[in-house]
Every structure is written in C-alpha cells, then in structure tokens.
C-alpha cells in the first residue's frame, strides 16, 4: 500500500494541469456566468461550475504536497462562505466569501507564478499557466470590486442599463458587471459605462490598469519567445 501511494503521489504531483483550469476559467466567466447569473432557478447550476473552477485550480497547482494542502483548504473555505452566503442572504456573510475568494486567488496567482517563472523550459503547458494567471487577476480584481461595491455602494457610478442588470443578479455572485469592468480596466480598453468613484475604488482600479499591460509586455511575451528557443539536452 505504502509503495502504491508514493507512486500515485509522484504521478499527482508530478506537473500542473493548466489546461484543464484554462478551459473551466473561460467557460465560467465568458460562458456560465453571463448566462446565468441573471437567472436565480439555475443559481445551483453556477455554484457547481464555480465549484469545479476551484477544484481546477487546486489540481493546477499540485506541484508538491505543501501547495495543493494550502490551496484546498482556501478553496474548502472559499465554498463554504460562498454557500453561506447563498442560503442565509447576509450582507456580512457576502463580504466575508469576497474576502476568502480574493486570499484564495491571490494565493493560487502566486502558487502558479512560481512555477511559471520557474526554471524549467518553457512548454505549451507553462504558457497556458501564465494565461491562467492572467485570467485570474481579472476574477480577483472583479472580487474585489464587488467587495468594494458591498461595503460602499456609491464606490461606482453606473449607466443606466449596467445598473438594472447589477440589481437583478443574486448578491451572493459577484456580478458579470465587476467582471466585465475588471478585464476592460485590466486591458485598459475603458469604455466608460463603469466609472470608479470613491479612493478605494479609484486605487484598485489604477492597480489594475498598470498590473494587466505590464504583465503581458514582460512575462507572457518573454515566455513567447522563450519557447521559439532551442534547449540543450542538459537543459532538457
């Protein structure tokens, strides 16, 4: 049983598996949760596809032993509040489930950063990584603003249509409004439907804007060319 564990262990262990947190990421945010957030009936069938978009991302980062631990018991977390904050409706239980989802997407951004820059050579598998990592500052920075958005409601102003549809969407989800309004600002495209208002929001909003260009100029593109790069066999 001994010898079966370790040999499972050293096969789990082994490597991310950032494809499979890539393709639950896109789906959740540009497919499921535009779809169904507006829909309170099918709110259960969103909670699954978040919960699978935790479970991925625990699986991506099961580098070693320490990590994967880490990771599980802030996705553990990460549900329970968000659960919590779905059955009973409290405005403090939905801060709370902000708060534990933004410390357990910085903790797996930075789990998957450290072996993005890594010493290994760059492979298909440590680019999509790094697609991995871009899209979840865009889910963490939308935490974010909901959170803000909870605690100060006049954080954002509005247009009149983006407004509706934040109300009609269950508090207990952050909202495709921050999300949209994250990846804009994190691209910098800045349509200006969504305005930052308060200090707070104002300084994430900044944050962001500097983070997402800088992160594709010098890391993703560095990969890029990385792997148009000739290894040698010592390296390989």
Known sequence: MARMDLKFSRRFFQKGHYTVLLVSLGLYLFVLHPMLAQRPLLLLLLRVAFLFVLFSACYAVATDR???????????????????????????????????????LFCISALLL????????????????????????GLMWAEIYALLHQLQPGAFLFNDSLQAQLASEHPSVPGSVFHYYSFVTLTTLGYGDISPVSMGA??????????????LAILVARLVSAMGTKSTPQDS
């Open 66 to 104: 320490k990590s994967f631990r880490i990771a599980v018991i802030l996705a553990v977390l990460t549900a329970a509040s968000s659960w919590s904050g779905t059955l009973w409706g409290l405005p403090f239980l939905h801060q709370v489930s902000s708060l534990v989802g933004i410390a357990f």
């Open 114 to 137: 450290r072996h993005v820059l890594g010493d290994e050579p760059v492979t298909l598998d440590k680019l999509f990584g790094s697609i991995c990592v871009y899209m979840i500052f």
């Open 202 to 215: 104002r300084a994430m909003a900044s944050l962001e804007a500097i983070v997402g260009p800088l992160y």
